[in-house]
């Protein structure tokens, strides 16, 4: 390891440590800026400082500021979120959230959780999400099932996308930059009267790089991988009468894509993803203190893969996948006295997953699941309370009660003792369930399930909002697939179980004008029986954010460090270095319809794998002009 990334680690702590601290700009600042409002850490609207949960939000500011190419190159910098990408953008991408596997966190987009019911349960394409479109992300990690259900292990993304507020708008970006990429974007939005909307759609490009690099896969096909991406989203919802709104939200992508699997060199291998999801939505306000909403929900997820070569050992492939669910949420919040606030609510779904081989039907399966749902939040004086509990039915795979217990106290105005005991579970899914025939269901499979433990001290003073927590998170009954050299069949069993402790530091202030975000985290994910490291999980890593606007120009930049861990290649474990990354980012305002903005991600063309043999992007650049009317 270099010393520049033996440095890193040191330099970003040494600077989070420093940010709790007030300083006199800081303070000067503060009435210009607005606290973040979260409503995922416990299905309420509130001062992100009043969360109980760990939480990050990343505002709709950070996301033009940085202006990344997609969602993984903007949540890699946040506490908690580690990734492994097999190759260039629109690769296979796995997300871990607290060291729990990429299939144990829950993404929801716009409340509405979406994932991949023809595979291990992994959320949808992360990759594949065009961050022109997204309002804010939240976070919320840690145990979180009994606010959300099955998947909440490691925690909660929430994306939001544009709803549509203010004087309407139109805007319009382009940028262009290496490996011939190329991205345009275009958006609408505002409120006229009492109508709210918003239409955005966008368009990327890339030719991209090799996917394996062949020193280390001689099988592989050394061509460059590409990529392309056409997304659209909407909203639309009108206050027919005061307190009551009605709507629809759409959100949709269709991906293509290249890959190696390292199979053979002539190989040509591809894939397409598509992921449509729409919501009807109505939001009543039945009583002065009862705010009820119904939601009806319908989400398709469509891949297929294909490959040929041209060699006689080589024998072309395709397949094809499509999950698809119905979804009916009805959650209410009740104001009661003393500024306490009760929700509750239910859902209903039915689940559907097809698997297609050689463009032949070879599995169908379908399920119905439900599931009702409590919280309470308050304070009395100092001590603040949250209190979920929720009981889920998965067809199948039996029922699970979940509860999560947060409790914070004022030491003083600023600072705060944060604790929380939880459970969650996560359902196998329908292709666990019915394995690779899909026809008689595994009744022996049931949940994964976990438990976890947190308590840490928050400060909060003006623009300064900084954490730090120990954690602790095991895991039982985690699925695997048990393959029969005998029979050459398999099938999916409980037979797993894991750990992980850890430290976790999040901080953000603005000093001496400048706005500075960061995180470090030092963690523990093993195997309960082995003891042996999680794969391609480290055990430490930190990220530094700073931008500081002067006149026109905004200048910023952001530093991320991961230590090395391990990977496993043909039954053997491999090392992933450690490795350090520096992206900077510039924006300069003609006036107040264009700017300019242009960005340099891994300024220092460091090589590094989140994969064992796959490339990584070396150095790139990008410039592009954005219009607003």
Known sequence: ???????????????????????ATAQSDEGKMLPPVVVTASRIAQPQADAIPGTTVITSEIIRRKQSPDLVSILRNEAGV?????GPQGSATSLFLRGANT????FLLD????RDMTSTGIPLDLQNITPDQVERIEIVRGNVSAIYGSGAIGGVIQVFTRQGEGTPSVSASGEVGTHRSSKLNANVSGKVDATRFSLSASRTRTDGFSAINPSKNPNANPDNDGYRDVSVSGALSHEYIKGHEAGIRLYGFDAKYDYDSGSDRTEKAGGISKQRTLALFSKNRFTGNW?????????????KLHSRGNTLSFNDYRSGYRSEANLLQWHNEVALPENWILTMGTDGTHEKAVGRDQGVVQSSASRNNESVYAGLNGSLGAHHLQVNARYDHVEESGSDTTGYLGYAYDITPSWKLVASASTAFLAPTLYQVHGDAWTQPNKGLSAERSHSYEAGFQYASGATLARLVYFDTRTRDMIDYVYNMMTYTGQYFNINRAKNKGVELTASTRLFGVDVRGSATWQDPKDRETGEALLRRAKQAASLDVSRKMGAWLLGGDVYYARHRPDLVSGQRRELA???LLNLNVRYEINKMWFLFARVENV?????ETVYSYNQPDRRLFVGVNWKM
Not at 604 to 608: L, S, V
């Open 82 to 86: 580690q990734f492994a990408q097999s």
């Open 578 to 580: 450690s490795y350090a």
């Open 1 to 23: 390891m270099s010393f520049s990334a033996r440095l890193t680690p040191l330099f970003v702590v040494s600077t989070l440590l420093l940010l709790p601290l007030p300083s």
């Open 103 to 106: 299939n144990q966190f829950l």
């Open 111 to 114: 409340g509405v959780p979406v």
């Open 291 to 303: 705010l009820s909403t119904l939601t009806f929900s319908n989400t398709e997820v469509r891949r």
């Open 604 to 608: 220092f063309d460091r090589e590094y």
